[in-house]
C-alpha cells in the first residue's frame, strides 16, 4: 500500500499552485487592462439617452476586453513545449540544398500559370501585379535594412522619384516604359546617393528620422512643385508597356500597329493586365537574381561587415562611406523599378500614393518576412498585399489587425517569419 504524501509536501504544492494561478490572473487583468486601454480610443463607446439618463455601452470595446482577458488567462495552462514560439521556430526554419530548389522553381512555375489558371480574373492578376511591386520593393529595401543594416524609413522617396521620372519622361520627351524602366533606376540610384553623403556618420535612430525627414521633402516637393510634377491633381495619362514597340489597343494612330492587329486577335482589356504582369514578374525575377549574386561579390560581404560591427568592418580596411552609399543606391534603384511598374499599373500618380504609411508598409515586409531573407521578404509582401482586399469588410479595422499581427509577430518571431539564410559564402568541407 502507497505512503500518504507528508503533509508539509502537499502543502507547499497547494502554496505553489495558488501562487501559479495568482500569477496568471494578474498577467491576464494586465494584458486585458492594456486591450482596453487601446480599443476603447480606436473603437469607441456608444452613450445613449434612456429618458431617465445616459447610458455607456461598451460593445465590442467590453468584447474584445473579455477575450483577451480569457485568452491570455488560457495561455498560461498551455505547457511551455507546447507554446507557439516553440513551434513556429521549429517549422519555419528554411530548407537547404535541393528543397530550396525544388520549391523556387514550384513557385515561379505558379507565378507563370496564374494568368491561365482556373483563378485567373481581372481582379487577381491586377492583385497578383500589385503583390509582385511591392516584393520589388521590399527586396531593395531588404539591401538597405536587411543585408547593411541601415534603417530607411523614407524609402517611399526612391520608389516616388522612379515613379515621377517615368511620368515626366513620358509628358515632356515622349519617352516608353521600356525607355524609363533603366534610366528610372538610374535616376532614383543618384538620389539614393544624395541621400546617402548627409548621413554617412549617422546610425540607428538618428539615421531613421534623418531618412524619415528625407521622404517627407520629396512628398511636400512634388505636392508643391505644381509646374512640374501638377502638384495635388498628380499626372495621368500614363501608358502601358508595349510588345516590342506595338501597343496592345484596339485601335492605333496612322503608321502605329497594334499587337491585336499584327496577330489578329480581338481586343481585350485583360491582355493588358497580363501582359503588365509578365512584365512585372520578369522584373522581380531579375531583382532577385540580382539580389542573390551580389551578395556572393566582395561588397555584399562588405554590407554584411557594415552590418555585423562597422569598427571592425573599418579595421579590416572597408571603407564605409563606399559601402553605404552603395547599399543606398542599389536599394534605391530597385525602388525605382517598382516606381516605374506602379505608374504603368496605376495610369495616374499623385502625391498621396507615397505617403509615410508606404514607408512602413514596406519596412514592415523586410521586419516580418525576416531581415536578409529573400523567401520571407516575399511571403510577407503577398500577405501585406493582398489580405486587406479580402477583407474589405473589415476596412475600418484593417489597420488594427495590421497592429496586432505586427504585435504578435514580434513577441512570437521577433526576427521575422523566416530568420535563418542561406550564407552567402559557404566553405568546402573537403
Not at 492578376?125 to 511591392?134: E, F, K, Q, S, V
Not at 477583407?391 to 517569419?417: K, T
Request: net charge positive; with cysteine; glycine share 10%.
Amino acid at each position: 500500500m502507497m505512503a500518504a504524501q507528508p503533509a508539509p509536501e502537499a502543502a507547499m504544492s497547494a502554496q505553489a499552485a495558488e501562487r501559479a494561478m495568482t500569477a496568471r490572473l494578474k498577467d491576464a487583468a494586465l494584458a486585458g487592462t492594456i486591450a482596453f486601454a487601446l480599443a476603447l480610443p480606436l473603437i469607441g463607446f456608444r452613450t445613449t439617452d434612456t429618458g431617465q439618463g445616459f447610458t455607456t455601452r461598451f460593445g465590442w470595446v467590453g468584447i474584445g476586453t473579455a477575450a483577451v482577458f480569457a485568452g491570455r488567462l488560457l495561455l498560461g495552462f498551455v505547457p511551455r513545449r507546447f507554446r507557439l514560439r516553440q513551434r513556429a521556430t521549429r517549422y519555419t526554419a528554411l530548407p537547404e540544398g535541393r528543397a530550396v530548389t525544388i520549391a523556387a522553381i514550384a513557385l515561379i512555375a505558379c507565378a507563370i500559370l496564374l494568368p491561365v489558371s482556373p483563378f485567373a480574373s481581372r481582379r487577381s492578376i491586377d492583385l497578383a501585379t500589385l503583390a509582385l511591386i511591392y516584393i520589388i520593393l521590399g527586396w531593395g529595401l531588404n539591401v538597405v535594412v536587411g543585408l547593411a543594416g541601415l534603417l530607411d524609413l523614407g524609402y517611399v522617396a526612391f520608389y516616388a522619384v522612379g515613379a515621377y521620372s517615368f511620368a515626366l519622361g513620358f509628358q515632356w520627351y515622349g519617352l516608353s516604359f521600356w525607355n524609363m524602366l533603366p534610366l528610372s533606376g538610374l535616376i532614383a540610384a543618384a538620389a539614393g546617393i544624395l541621400l546617402g553623403i548627409p548621413v554617412l556618420r549617422l546610425r540607428g535612430d538618428y539615421l531613421a528620422i534623418v531618412t524619415l525627414g528625407f521622404g517627407e521633402i520629396v512628398r511636400i516637393v512634388i505636392n508643391n512643385w505644381s509646374a512640374v510634377t501638377g502638384g495635388p491633381n498628380g499626372i495621368g495619362d500614363i501608358p502601358r508597356p508595349t510588345v516590342f514597340g506595338m501597343p496592345i489597343a484596339p485601335g492605333a494612330p496612322p503608321g502605329v500597329t497594334t499587337l491585336n492587329h499584327l496577330l489578329g486577335i480581338p481586343y481585350d482589356p485583360i491582355q493588358r493586365l497580363v501582359w503588365l504582369y509578365y512584365v512585372a514578374l520578369a522584373v522581380a525575377l531579375a531583382v532577385n537574381w540580382f539580389s542573390l549574386r551580389i551578395r556572393r561579390l566582395p561588397i555584399g560581404r562588405a554590407w554584411e561587415a557594415l552590418r555585423e560591427d562597422e569598427i571592425a568592418c573599418r579595421a579590416l580596411g572597408l571603407n564605409p562611406t563606399t559601402i553605404k552609399l552603395s547599399a543606398f543606391a542599389t536599394g534605391a534603384m530597385t525602388g525605382g523599378f517598382a516606381g516605374v511598374l506602379f505608374a504603368a499599373r496605376a495610369g495616374f500618380i499623385s502625391p498621396e500614393s507615397f505617403n509615410f504609411q508606404e514607408s512602413a508598409t514596406v519596412l514592415s515586409i523586410v521586419v516580418l518576412g525576416g531581415m536578409g531573407s529573400q523567401l520571407g521578404v516575399a511571403l510577407a509582401a503577398i500577405i501585406l498585399a493582398t489580405l486587406p482586399e479580402f477583407g474589405r469588410e473589415f476596412a475600418q479595422y484593417r489597420l488594427l489587425l495590421f497592429g496586432a499581427a505586427m504585435v504578435a509577430i514580434m513577441i512570437w518571431r521577433p526576427r521575422g517569419i523566416f530568420t535563418v539564410r542561406a550564407p552567402s559564402v559557404r566553405l568546402d568541407r573537403t
